[in-house]
């Protein structure tokens, strides 16, 4: 009983490390990409509460969202917003990732006010169909 305990709480710190590892591998890539000038706005990515609205059934206890920030020196329009969010919920391989790591809301917010978007990871996970 004490051995599945230890269990428990070493799988808990290794899927801390694993968002942990999504959250940087997603900013590095960003900062790549703006830097090569294959986006015009600079992605950073961060954990964030999320919104209770989207649980599903892996859903982290608390901070289940996952915030991208664009930095673009301007205020970003919904349009904009909601291409950044086109993109990402449109990886299928992120999205099932963002799933498995306990992840239910996407929030994309801009840098120069406090205006945003959210969108429930579930309804983009793509169940029963294979990957594109």
Known sequence: MLEKIWINIRSWFQER??????????????????IEGVVPSLLEASISRGNKAY?????DYFNSGFRIKAFKG?????NELSQIGATIT???KLIR?????????????????YYGMQWPIRDFIRIGQAQQ
């Open 74 to 78: 301007e205020a970003l329009s919904k």
């Open 55 to 59: 649980k599903h059934q892996f859903s």
């Open 90 to 92: 449109s990886d299928d």
């Open 97 to 113: 990732q963002l799933v498995v790591l306990g992840f239910d809301t996407l929030e994309i917010y801009g840098d120069k006010n």
């Open 17 to 34: 490390s694993e968002r942990r590892d999504v959250i940087l591998g997603f900013n590095q890539s960003a900062k790549a990409a703006f």
